[in-house]
Every structure is written in C-alpha cells, then in structure tokens.
C-alpha cells in the first residue's frame, strides 16, 4: 500500500512543509521507504541521517530511520548537528551511499523538511518527482528477511567535522592570527555546538551568541539575510570592538558577516572576496556566481584572472554546475558559498566563516578594509510577491516573449535577467515558493528607479503588480 505526499512538500531542492498541516512522522516514514529503495537499486546500502534543532526533528528522525531500515537500508545516524556535518559525514565515511538531513532551514519554528543527497550529488527536481510517484504506487522494496530489515548504527562525527573545519586555515600558522578577534551568532540553529568547539581551537579572541539550540529560536529567527536578525551581531561587535562577526541560518549552511564598523556583506559581496584569494592561487579557475548577483561580482572575478560563469539560484543548481564545470568556488547572493579547492564543494557557513579568516591574512587585509574597497552600487533587496504555483512561471515567460520582440539585452537561464544603460534588473518564479522574485542594480538612484519601473511595466503588462512582500 502507498503513500500520497500532499504535493505542496515536494519543492524543486528538498522536501518542506509545516509540521502537522501537511507534513508528519508518515510522510518521513514513506520518503524513508522510497529513498532507501532509489539507493539499493543504484546498488547501494547505507544512508546517513541528521537533524537540525527543531522541535519536530527527532519524531521525523525516528519515522525517517523506520523506513529506511523497512526497505532494507543500513542507517548511519549522526544526530543533531548543522547540515554541513551531514553532507561531511555522507563525503568522509566512504561506506554511505546517500544521505539526509531534516531540517527546516531558515523557515517560520513550525515547518520542517528534507535535504538529500545520492551518490556525492545533489538529489532534487526530477528525483523529487520520483519519489513522489514511487511512494504512490508503494513502489518501495522489502527488507532482507534474514536480516529483519536494516541495521542502524550511530557515529559521532562533531570532532571529526570541526577539525576538517579548522583545516582552512592550513599554513597560515595560528601564531599569525592570534590577534583576531571575532563575533560568532549561531541564533539557537544547529550550528551551536559546532561553533563552541571550533571556535575552543581557533586562534584568537573569540565572543559567542545564541549557540544553545533551541527550536523555539528565542532571541531572532535564524535567517542572516534578513538584516534586522543581525541586530545582536551588530550590537556585540561595537560593544567588543571586535574585528568582524558571522552568523548562520537554522541549519548551518549560509553565512551572513558583519565588518568592523556594523556594514552587512552580502553572499554576492563574500564571494568577491573568496573569489579574490582563490584566483591569486588557481589563476584563470572558473567562479560561479548566480543570477541574483552583483553585477560587481562578475567584474571582481574578471579583474584578478577568472573565468565568471552566472548560473541558476539554488544550491543544487550550484552543486550540479560545479561538478559538470569543474569550478573550484560557486556561490549565491543568498550566502551559499561552496569550496571545492580544498574542501568537497557543499555550502557549509562555519567553513566560509573560517575561510573569510584566511582570505583576509592571506590578502593582508582586514575584513572592514576588504569591505571598504567594494564598489558602491545602488540595489535592491530580493523583492518576493505572491502569485500563485500555477501562475508564476507562466508569467515569467510571458514577460521573456514580450522582450524578445522587444530586442531587449537579456539572460533567461532562470527567469530574466535584462541589462540596460542603467544596470540590470531581473524576475524569476522563486522554485521552494509560490512568489515571483525581482531585483535590480544601478550605478544612481535615478538608474534604478528607472529599472524598477520597468519591473512593473512587465508586470503590469501580465495583470500583476508588486504586492506585500511575502515571507522567506
């Protein structure tokens, strides 16, 4: 007998819903059943799972593990940690096929979900179609009967994962940086307890927010693109006079960075500076950046001898692209960074903190300074409105017609975006929600009222307009 996802969960990069309303233990149980399926008929065994610090996660670890055994999956649990150690464990074990987290992310304290992984790739779009359809059919395989179905063992991997952490800073010499001193908020996310050890073995002075994970996200609500949760980061810094802060998201794997005098860099911004000191080292490499992004990024990478290449938003979209690319750095204005010259090319916060570390001993320079040399654009925030599933993309493409017979200057590899004599601005249908996504930069403020006027012609001229702004 099957199991009937509510299609609302199945999202394009994991699966996500609000705990009790359309998502339960059944729902983890039956993408148990189906994913150790998908993995033994690819010829594998074992699956590793974690969980983030929701209050929901250890009901949906238990359901999730049931399943995976009940088709015959070996489960390699890890517990409670930040996504990041999950994709390292998935990466260092050498025995684990595939792997999932459950985590809500940076969404609202009652939605919760599933990051996967299969085979050291990212598992989205069309696989998630698929599990859709193998659970309604209970297309799932029965564990071995002499066995009982599989075997469950536990590891811990928090030391293991914090020393591979740290190895960022190899052969800088910790006596080098032994004056650094630092912010740290993990925002009660699952990330706490990682940035207690780490930071118990960097060099330097270290100051601490919010690392007890609490599910309830007491202080603010663990999402560091949204300025206003950097608040307390922001406040320790100028009280500590600290160098620069970092802050994370529910699960670990986005970074957000405060300067030394309280100004925000942005993923895009970062990535510039990663960017910088890959290419002093990796001449002539490749660096993704997405869609999103300054169009400073693109003119950063050029300028010190890279290869830019924009791609699509979206973490597995990165993940896929680098792997077909062979690009050692990618990364997205929402803060994914992801390392792959030294490190196994997933998006993990704590490794870009420490990467940020290194980049400015190695440049010589500090955060604020490397801040301050940044080009000033003028540009807007991610301006997120609702228009219905079944709209969204429709609309997006109605707007891409009426440029084509416009001859206008575009790029559509996901949504459009349009350059012009006063910058760029650009819409795409968002793939985890039913919102469209504009933004738009500009050298002046009269360039870029100029850019989003023409955002709302094109929406216009589609029925729609730019409405409240709808949640993350």
């Given at each position: ?20 309303r359309d ?40 359901a999730l ?36 987290q ?10 919760n ?18 599990l ?9 395989d ?30 800088l ?53 949204e ?96 792997l ?25 916060g ?8 290194a ?19 003028l ?10 599933d ?22 559509d ?17 968002s ?40 949640g993350?």
């Amino acid at each position: 007998m099957g199991h009937r996802f509510d299609p609302t969960i199945l999202r394009e990069y994991d699966i996500r819903g609000v705990v009790g309303r359309d998502l339960g233990p059944e729902d983890a149980h039956a993408l148990g059943r189906c994913f150790a399926t998908v993995v033994r008929r690819a010829g594998g065994r074992k699956v590793a799972v974690g969980y983030d610090g929701r209050l929901s996660s250890p009901m949906l670890e238990t359901a999730l593990v049931e399943g995976l055994t009940a088709s015959g999956a070996d489960v390699l649990r890890i517990g409670l940690g930040p996504t990041p150690m999950l994709y390292y464990a998935e990466a260092s074990a050498g025995d684990v096929d595939g792997a999932i987290q459950i985590t809500g992310s940076h969404n609202p304290v009652d939605h919760n979900g599933f990051k996967m992984v299969l085979g050291g790739r990212p598992f989205f779009g069309p696989d998630i179609v698929r599990l859709g359809e193998m659970a309604a059919e209970g297309d799932w395989d029965q564990g071995d009967r002499d066995r009982g179905g599989g075997r469950v063992e536990s590891r811990d991997v928090l030391d293991a994962y914090v020393s591979r952490i740290a190895q960022g800073l190899a052969g800088l010499g910790f006596q080098a940086l032994s004056d650094l001193r630092m912010g740290w908020d993990a925002g009660n996310g699952a990330a706490g307890p990682a940035v207690e050890r780490l930071t118990g073995i960097l060099p330097g002075e270290h100051h601490l927010l919010f690392t007890q994970v609490d599910g309830t996200f007491p202080n603010h609500h663990p999402d560091p693109t949204e300025e206003a949760n950097l608040a307390h980061l922001k406040a320790l810094v100028a009280d500590r006079d600290l160098d620069f802060g970092v802050a994370f998201d529910g699960d670990g794997d986005r970074i957000g960075v405060v300067d030394g005098i309280g100004r925000v860099i942005w993923g895009d911004q970062l990535l510039g500076i990663f960017a910088e000191d890959l290419l002093a080292r990796m001449p002539g490499a490749t660096v993704i950046g997405d869609v999103k992004a300054s169009g400073a990024l693109f003119d950063t990478i050029a300028r010190h001898g890279g290869q830019p290449l924009m791609w699509k938003s979206g973490h597995s979209h990165m993940k896929a692209k680098m792997l077909e690319t062979g690009a050692p750095l990618a990364g997205e204005t929402s803060a994914h960074v992801f390392f792959a010259d030294d490190f196994y090319g997933f998006d993990d916060g704590l490794y870009a903190a420490v990467r940020l570390i290194a980049a400015s001993a190695r440049l010589g320079r500090s955060v604020t300074q490397l801040r301050e040399a940044m080009p000033e654009m003028l540009n807007t925030p991610e301006l997120r409105f609702q228009v219905s599933d079944s709209r969204k993309f429709v609309a997006v493409e109605e707007v891409r017609e009426r440029l084509v017979a416009a001859g206008a200057e575009f790029i559509d590899i996901d949504g459009v975006r349009v350059t012009t004599p006063q910058g760029w601005w650009l819409l795409r249908a968002s793939n985890t929600q039913d919102v469209l996504v504009a933004r738009a930069e500009s050298a002046t403020a009269e360039g870029l009222a100029i850019l989003i006027a023409q955002i709302d012609e094109q929406l216009a001229a589609s029925g729609l307009r730019r409405g409240p702004q709808a949640g993350h």
